[in-house]
């Protein structure tokens, strides 16, 4: 197995500034990663050129990420709402093109958040017509749009690969796919073999990351059988490793994500062990017997 290895940007920092993004872009060239994952939470804030030059000179690429907000959610019953979100999405699409990266993924279809009521017809509505119209600016740049399927906490409208299919059958895009993580996988699916199986063909991303959110191997994910499923399936993607610590992230995405206690706070020690413990795995899915 070959996959592209990637690592989420804030393992090393919670903003991308310049001291920040030279600091990300150093460090994950240094321990090995193919990729890094840039979170647009704030595609206007982004430094373009200055990263393109960075990812240039230490020969990394990139993916990028978004997760929506209350106020930009595009799955709301209300349409200022969704249009802000569909504002947001189209600039962060922009911001993902010319910083080079060909993907653009994450909680893309509704709040990061805690609803407390299931979705809405009319609110799900919204979602798939903005979705489609934001595929179809995507084919035109050669991007790929991904869905990723987060636990019941976290969103209320894909909490499994099989909504996540079932969303994208509605758009009728075929640049969407979906996105599984290890950690959201561990609380919603049956089991991951199953899940990844079931959107083998559109599976198009993969989070990695334990249950505690900490250090690969720390937790309870099964993550032979991830790697395994992985092989059987032919999933040639990239695998991205994802941890949170307060240590790193503002105290305002630390609410956001949960982030009550700390597992590590050394960014290099964790990365570091990340990239052994993916090549381990990878290896191990490659040649079962040995
Ligand atoms: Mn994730």
């Known amino acids: 197995m070959k ?21 990300a872009i150093a460090l994950s060239a240094k321990y090995g990663y193919d990729l890094i994952e840039i979170p647009l939470l704030e595609p206007r804030e982004i430094d373009v050129s200055g990263t393109v030059k960075l990812l240039e000179q230490y020969n990394l690429k990139a993916a990028t990420s978004l997760a929506l907000s209350p106020q930009t959610d595009i799955s709301s019953p209300e349409p200022d709402i969704v249009a802000k979100g569909e504002t947001l999405l189209n600039e962060a699409l922009l911001v993902a093109r010319d910083l080079g990266a060909n ?60 909504q996540a299919l079932e969303i994208i059958a509605e758009t009728g895009s075929d640049n969407i796919v979906v996105h599984l993580d290890s950690f959201h996988m561990n609380i919603e699916e049956e089991s991951f073999s199953e899940a990844i199986t079931l959107c083998a063909e559109k599976l198009g991303y993969f989070h990695l990351g334990e249950s505690n959110r900490g250090y690969l191997g720390s937790g309870t994910i099964d993550f032979a059988s991830i790697f395994k499923s992985l092989r059987d399936n032919h999933y040639t993607g990239v695998i991205t490793f994802e941890s949170f610590s307060s240590t790193v992230v503002t105290p305002h995405l630390s609410n956001a994500l949960a982030l009550w206690r700390n597992l590590w706070d050394d960014s290099e020690k964790l990365a570091h062990h990340a990239k052994y413990f993916m090549e381990k795995h990878l290896h191990s899915a490659e040649s079962p017997s040995s």
């Open 103 to 162: 993907y653009l993924g994450g909680v893309l279809y509704s709040a990061l958040q805690k609803y407390n009521s299931p979705p809405v017809e009319v609110g799900r509505h919204h979602c798939i017509e903005v979705l489609s119209r934001l595929a179809d600016k995507a084919k035109q740049m050669g991007m790929t749009i991904g869905l990723e399927a987060v636990n019941r906490y976290e969103s209320n409208l894909i909490n499994t690969a099989a």
């Open 3 to 23: 996959n592209p290895l990637g690592i989420h940007a804030l393992v090393w920092a919670g903003s991308w500034n310049s001291e920040h993004r030279e600091k």
